[in-house]
């Protein structure tokens, strides 16, 4: 029997699940579609598992059934991202206005099944001819990517009230411009790191304006993977090494939106490329702040690294298929810190879940029970976070579906709804069972 309920949470809370385009749609010639970062990456043959996100979970032709499976399970909302690439094939110009039917007739059936859209614009697809002039290196990106905001929302804003800018920048600016695990596959270490964390953050603040002076009554917010920082040990280095990284990870992108401020532990290594009148320019008043919490980062100091960080000790007992602790009460810790330290914003959870090495039963069943706990664990600690009065609205699960992951190819589970990568057969697991009874929680 679950632990919690919808009873817990506030009436009018947000249930429902997340996705991005680049991992379910599949179809990435379809419509006119132009390329991204990510289908070079894969062409270049740098995903682990060999694979392509060429079919992907095939959503762009079955998103009816996956529409209909979030409507079963009750949900009232679900976050999608929109293909940069299908609306302008080469990131510029002209709009190709069959990329952009694709999201009508998706809006279009999740506001018939009673479930709210949420749309973020950038996950990760930066198409591949701006990356050719810079990508997000430089200020060429800034205007392009307001002028997307402003040509999707022009399409949709009319049923659409909820538009998150950007999913992870720190993610793309760590892992594909500083380190090269991830498109485009940049080592370019601290200065890459920092020049592709500014420049989002400058898209960002672009595209908010534009959409603003644009329309009335829209939720414009941005999506931010937040993990609290923590040294591995009592050493001073260490300590040095997790308020860098909390710099780094958490406040470059938190405090620009939210403060207009530059982190004054890196104000010296940005001040090669940070103008007069950009802090002015990144920060701006958000609606919404969707937040993206796994685990929290356990640091240490690792010369040689970028800014001298590397992962410590977690100090943790219970692991995901990803090798990333479990770790719960770093979530509620997260909400009492934007609590007290920034105002209480509204906040809902963009993305939660977990990787794990799913098995079909005989039965035909998953039994995911891991995955049910740890969602059970996170959402006890976000009803904890209401009762203190945190302004948490929402719980997004990561992720409808098992999708393509990264460079991790198709090797990695992190749905709720398994696919076979063969036939696109969807299959709800337990996980999906768990959230949809405590959704209905409240109806018992």
Known sequence: MSRISSADFPPDFLWGASTSSYQIEGALDADGRGPCVW????????????????????????????????????????????????????GRGAVNERGLDFY??????????????????????????????GGWLGREVIGPFADYAVAVTRR??????DWMMLNEPNVVAIFGYGLGDHAPGHTLGEVGILKALHHQNLAQGAALRAIAAAHNGLTLGTVLNLSPARPSSDRAEDAAAAAMWDAVWNRTSLDGVLRGRIPPLLAERMAGFVLPGDEAAIRFPIDLLGINYYSRSTMQEVKGRPFDVGWGDPHCD????????????????LLLELKTAYGNPATYIAENGAAYDDQVAADGVVHDAERVRFIEDHLLEVARAAR????????????????????????KRFGIVRVDYDTFERTPKDS????????????S
Not at 106 to 121: E, S
Not at 389 to 411: M, P
């Open 39 to 90: 289908d070079t990456f894969a062409a270049a043959g740098k995903i682990q598992d060999g694979s392509t996100a060429a079919g992907a979970c095939d959503h762009y032709h079955r998103w009816r059934e996956d529409v209909l499976l979030m409507q079963q399970a009750r949900f009232n909302a679900y976050r999608f991202s929109i293909a940069w690439p299908r609306v302008f094939p080469t």
């Open 104 to 133: 009508d007739r998706l809006v279009d059936g999740l506001l018939a099944a009673g479930i709210r859209p949420m749309a973020c614009l950038y996950h990760w697809d930066l198409p591949q001819p701006l990356e050719d002039r």
């Open 156 to 161: 949709l804003a009319d049923r659409v009230k």
């Open 318 to 333: 219970r692991f995901t298929g990803m090798g990333w602790p479990v770790q719960p009460d770093g979530l509620y810790d």
């Open 388 to 411: 203190d009065g945190c302004n948490v609205t929402g719980y997004l699960c990561w992720s409808l579906l098992d999708n393509f992951e990264w460079a991790f190819g198709l090797s």
């Open 432 to 443: 999906y069972r768990f959230i949809s009874e405590v959704i209905r929680g409240r109806e």
